[in-house]
């Protein structure tokens, strides 16, 4: 069992920035495909961001350059730092793990973190 429990959510203007943690009740680093979605009110959940075991990173594309995922060295916290945060980037985000990259289908999950962007 995994337990995942994420923070950093907040209250942003549109052009700032926020960094996601997701703390990991195991050992993340090279034993689980970790990846970042979100929710926004009226729309279906969707990845934002995923970084598998070999270290290799993937992102959707109204993000990538504006969002990067990254592990820490201590191997249980996954982050992901966004800037030039938009008014679509709002919405709830979670993380979540699986021993493969399989999307939505990931076995665990947090409990999610609030992002606001205002203009």
């Known amino acids: 069992q995994v337990k995942l429990v994420e923070s950093g959510g907040g209250s942003v203007q549109a052009g700032g920035s926020l960094t996601l943690s997701c703390e990991a009740s195991?050992?993340?680093?090279?034993?689980?495909?970790m990846a970042w979605f979100r929710e926004a009110p009226g729309k279906e959940r969707e990845g934002v961001a995923q970084i598998d075991v070999a270290g290799e990173t993937s992102y959707l594309n109204s993000v990538r350059g504006r969002f990067t995922i990254s592990q820490d060295n201590g191997e249980n916290i996954l982050y992901l730092r966004m800037d030039k945060l938009t008014i679509e980037d709002s919405g709830m985000y979670y993380c979540?793990?699986?021993?493969?990259?399989?999307?939505?289908?990931?076995?665990?999950w947090g409990q999610g973190t609030q992002v606001n962007v205002s203009s």
């Open positions: 195991v050992q993340i680093r090279r034993r689980f495909c």
């Open positions: 979540a793990a699986d021993r493969r990259c399989v999307g939505l289908g990931s076995d665990y």
